[in-house]
């Protein structure tokens, strides 16, 4: 059974700072890995989608890297702003297709 | 192209009461997912709808049932509501719910009393 994990569970950074994400999987059988946004209270919004067959995207301040053998994905974030403020989510869809598997996020503060 | 829009958006409801949620995905969109999400169990899948017919199935009891149109559109139903149905539900939709992105509503946020 997939598990999804992200590490912290929480980030408080001052304003300007480079910051991390973690995301590890237990099943590397995956069709892809997709980082998502979700301010308070509100739908998710695409960040960034890494097919298996790939190691990164990128957009803007963002890199996402995908190390399928390892089970891990990391969201790179550049140059951190207050608007960056919000939580992040890792999900993976799996070979069974159609069903993404979610972490349980991580909240980002960022200080102006 | 508009986006993924959910109605209503809020809903309070009692308990043993039904409620219908809709979804109406990106055009040219023509497969449909639905998602719960609670702070308790975080995001979890509930179904996933392509022309017209249920193609996964999350780990939910049957009083969780949906269904899609000819037009994509998708409603979720719930009967008779627990307390613990209080979440934010949202759908997502994508092209053909193969390995491409997946584009979610602003979500409706149903509460049980």
């Known amino acids: 059974k997939q598990e999804v994990t992200q590490i912290p569970a929480a980030l408080s950074v001052p304003e300007g700072e480079n910051l991390v994400l973690n995301c590890s999987f237990t099943?590397?059988?995956?069709?892809?890995l997709q980082w998502f946004r979700q301010d308070p209270g509100k739908g998710l919004t695409s960040l960034l989608l890494i097919q298996s067959s790939q190691r990164e995207q990128t957009s803007g301040r963002l890199n996402a890297s995908l190390d399928k053998s390892s089970g891990r994905s990391t969201l790179y974030i550049a140059a951190s702003q207050p608007g960056d403020s919000a939580t992040y989510l890792c999900?993976?869809?799996?070979?069974?297709?159609?069903?993404?598997?979610f972490g349980q996020g991580t909240e980002l503060s960022v200080k102006p | 192209k508009a986006g993924v829009t959910q109605t209503p958006r809020y809903l309070i409801k009692t308990r043993g009461q039904q409620v219908t949620l809709s979804c109406s995905p990106i055009s040219g969109h023509r497969s449909v997912s639905w998602y719960q999400q609670t702070p308790g169990q975080g995001l979890q899948f509930l179904f996933e709808?392509?022309?017209?017919?249920?193609?996964n199935k999350g780990n939910f009891p049957g009083r969780f049932s949906g269904r899609q149109f000819s037009n994509s559109r998708s409603e979720m139903n719930v009967s008779t509501l627990e307390l613990g149905d209080s979440a934010l539900y949202l759908c997502?939709?994508?092209?053909?719910?193969?390995?491409?992105?997946?584009?979610f509503g602003p979500g409706t946020r149903l509460l049980v009393l």
């Open positions: 709808y392509f022309s017209e017919t249920q193609r």
């Open positions: 999900a993976v869809l799996g070979n069974q297709g159609g069903k993404l598997i």
């Open positions: 997502a939709s994508s092209l053909v719910g193969g390995a491409e992105t997946q584009y």
């Open positions: 099943d590397s059988a995956i069709y892809n």
